[in-house]
């Protein structure tokens, strides 16, 4: 799934000022803060994305706010700006249209920060990225992969993540759309071996850890071929990866129930990298969807589940993109059906109104953070 943060949130970086979210008091005003100690511990860092749930700057300012004091991560999701560097503006301009968010994320809220890089289609993994099938371009042209390689170059000098992912739901492009894939895996190659050349010359600059994604539903075969797929043409096609980020949807998957989801879901998968896993995308949603009665009630015990899959993995970090759930009737581009599935994901409505998964969330928050 890509989020719908290239149509709105950029908006929002260049219109709000990084004074005007320290005006709001650090982020404090959001509402309860997460219980009181616990003696259970964790591993993964805990958080969500700018994703507003309408196209209005004060909520969307509003809901990080609000999301910032039960977090200790934030993500940014997004794809390429190919219309962009197609046109020329230079990729440094554009990295810093997000300075004004992350520098929030970093100085006042004190969150890691992770940035995904999604060069395809991340509603249509057999397809390119619609802005570049609409330039008549390609991933597949020697030029375009190399405005690729100089965007995520600046995403690295210029925001300077933690963790930097060059490639999304690697595993369902290659099943969905195999061409797409010869193109995406050794662009991003491509990439990985630009970045590391770069911060051998340059020692001071930090240096992230790259990334790229997998899709768990896909890889257990409850999405496209059955039966369990396995991690080794990705391990052999991103060898650059220094942990690998999983993209979960369970109830798309066709589990009735949080508890049907099995504890070695994602460790499973992390012994087969060998490498750190951490939860980049997912969730379960709270209204019915498909064959799935999901409730509110049912996404709280999902969460709680969730964490037993997290811990068995020992993850490093869980994100929901969605704090709240997206009101997808009030954007004034009707997003695709294709998005309803992922409208509902929020711990809060839409209204950001708290669900109770949010105060599940809030009691995992509280454990001791171990990493």
């Not at 949130?9 to 219109?15: G, I, M, N, R």
């Not at 597949?140 to 210029?158: C, F, G, K, N, Q």
């Amino acid at each position: 799934m890509r989020p719908l943060s290239r149509a709105f949130l950029a908006v929002f970086l260049t219109t709000c000022a990084f004074t005007a979210f320290g005006a709001a008091g650090c982020g404090k005003s959001g509402g309860s803060t997460a219980p009181g100690p616990s003696p259970v511990t964790r591993t993964w860092r805990m958080g969500f994305s700018g994703i507003p749930p309408v196209p209005d700057q004060t909520v969307a300012v509003n809901a990080i706010f609000q999301w910032a004091t039960r977090a200790d991560a934030a993500i940014a999701h997004e794809g390429v700006p190919w219309d962009s560097l197609l046109a020329g503006v230079p990729p440094d301009t554009l990295a810093r249209r997000y300075l004004d968010l992350m520098h929030y994320y970093r100085l006042v809220a004190h969150h890691e920060i992770v940035f995904e890089v999604d060069p395809t289609d991340g509603l249509s993994r057999a397809d390119e990225d619609p802005k570049l099938v609409a330039a008549g371009r390609s991933i597949s042209e020697p030029a375009v992969r190399a405005l690729y390689v100089r965007w995520v170059t600046a995403v690295d000098t210029i925001i300077h993540p933690e963790y930097l992912g060059l490639a999304s739901e690697v595993n369902l492009v290659r099943a969905a759309g195999p061409s797409v894939y010869a193109s995406l895996a050794p662009m991003a190659r491509q990439a990985a071996d630009s970045l590391r050349a770069l911060h051998a010359r340059r020692p001071d600059l930090p240096e992230p850890e790259l990334y790229a994604t997998i899709q768990v539903e896909t890889v257990w075969g409850r999405l496209g071929p059955p039966g369990w797929q396995g991690v080794a043409s990705e391990l052999a096609d991103f060898p650059f990866a220094d942990a690998w980020g999983l993209s979960s949807y369970p109830y798309l998957g066709g589990f009735a129930e949080p508890e049907d989801i099995p504890l070695d879901y994602y460790s499973r998968i992390r012994d087969g990298v060998g490498k750190p896993v951490m939860v980049i995308e997912g969730g379960w949603a709270s209204v019915p969807y498909g064959g799935n009665n999901a409730t509110p009630a049912q996404q709280a015990r999902y969460v709680r589940h969730h964490a037993r899959l997290l811990d068995q993995a020992a993850a490093i970090a869980v994100f929901d993109l969605t704090y709240a759930d997206l009101a997808l009737s009030t954007w004034p581009s009707p997003p695709t059906g294709s998005l309803v599935p992922f409208a509902h994901l929020g711990v809060v409505d839409s209204a950001l109104t708290a669900k109770p998964a949010q105060g599940t969330w809030d009691s995992l928050f509280a454990r001791t953070r171990v990493n």
